[in-house]
């Protein structure tokens, strides 16, 4: 998936590349399936064909972790399990806070695949007065200015901002301001924080840009089809 | 004026790498705000400070198009948003249909972006009796049994996948029988299609994830503070 962008060199003090922690969920997602699937062992080339990369790939971001796998064995699913979700911090629940109640919020608030991760969508915050009180998956949504006692209720770093773009700045400010140190921007808006804090931006529409450019590569007989690239 | 050459040739015939494709975008709405600015030319630090990415990457990303810089001058704004803009095969409009008209379909429908980057949504389907008929930013949800109706009349390639995890597999089956060539997936799912179709999935917990790694590594003095990751 390539709906994120990073400036940051791999380097092994510096943990391991973001590219490979944005593989490690599927990952455990496939070995979540193997499992249930009885297995308790897997070939790197079960596991690659299972979460949708190329075994090498695969072989490569799993260096990363430490060498789990056994020659002609492969790995011990159970074991591989545990690893990921350590090096993820899923051995801990983070709970995060959701900025605007729209169709976005709201999808993400009931995403599914949160809980199995170790995210917990513990506020949903907005300041239309039409949506503050209504229920989104079980959690009810509070008034933005209820900001920073959110934050200290749950004592929450991470938090989603899924707002009209004219409002993303101010409330990255209000989050700042906050104590909130990690945020994910799925407005249309180049967030300006100070270098204390993480923004991540997500802009759905450039997975279509790369299909659109295969699609016209593909129509002027440059490429053939693709292989799928899942994950 | 030398114009700037790079050591390595546009792979033209292989075209470009996903990641860099990913980040054209980003590169083409920076530049657009340039121009916005009244800015007719930009040095490539100033055009990778306004996209959020470290300027050697912008250099590398830009010499897979060509070199349309000049040193000492800069890259022109304009002539550089028309090779981008090309690139991605925006000289085209590409209609896209989304299936699923739930809260994340409804969030796609309306999401700003689509439009200037040559992304039109055609069509939205869903099988929901409730959702067929009512108006989403414009468009009319049609019933998923006029997939193929809907293909033909707007000569359809991309689609988007925004159900449960439990349709989506039906839904890209009739997606693939109907002619559809790139299949982007949000729903929680590994699709299996002919090796003839492009699939992309998106799964949106994974940010979520990179940040609470570093959340994480934070806590327990591993890293300082990431510098801002724009997109």
């Not at 390539?2 to 997602?29: E, F, K, M, Q």
Request: charged share 20%.
């Amino acid at each position: 998936m390539t709906l994120l962008r990073t400036s940051r060199p791999a380097r092994a003090d510096r943990g391991i590349p973001d590219a490979t922690v944005a593989r490690l969920p599927v990952y455990l997602g496939a070995l979540a399936e193997l499992a249930a699937d009885g297995r308790s062992t897997c070939s790197s080339g079960e596991l690659a064909e299972a979460a949708g990369v190329n075994p090498a790939k695969l072989r490569k971001d799993l260096s990363y972790l430490g060498s789990y796998g056994t020659r002609g064995v492969g790995y011990d699913v159970a074991v591989l399990r545990h690893h990921i979700g350590r090096e993820l911090g899923q051995t801990q629940t983070w709970d995060v806070v959701i900025v605007g109640a729209g169709h976005l919020g709201s999808a993400l608030s009931a995403y599914h695949g949160f809980d199995s991760r170790g995210i917990n969508v513990a506020a949903v915050l907005d300041t239309d007065p039409a949506r503050i009180g209504t229920d989104l998956a079980g959690v009810e949504v509070r008034p933005f200015a209820d900001l920073e006692a959110v934050v200290e209720e749950f004592g929450i770093a991470i938090a989603v901002v899924a707002t009209p773009g004219e409002a993303a700045q101010g409330v990255a400010d209000a989050l700042v301001a906050a104590g909130v140190t990690s945020i994910l921007n799925f407005a249309p808006a180049v967030l300006q924080v100070p270098e204390t804090v993480t923004v991540r931006k997500v802009d759905l529409s450039i997975e279509l840009q790369v299909l659109a450019y295969h699609e016209q590569r593909r129509a002027s007989g440059h490429e053939a089809a693709d292989e799928e690239v899942a994950g």
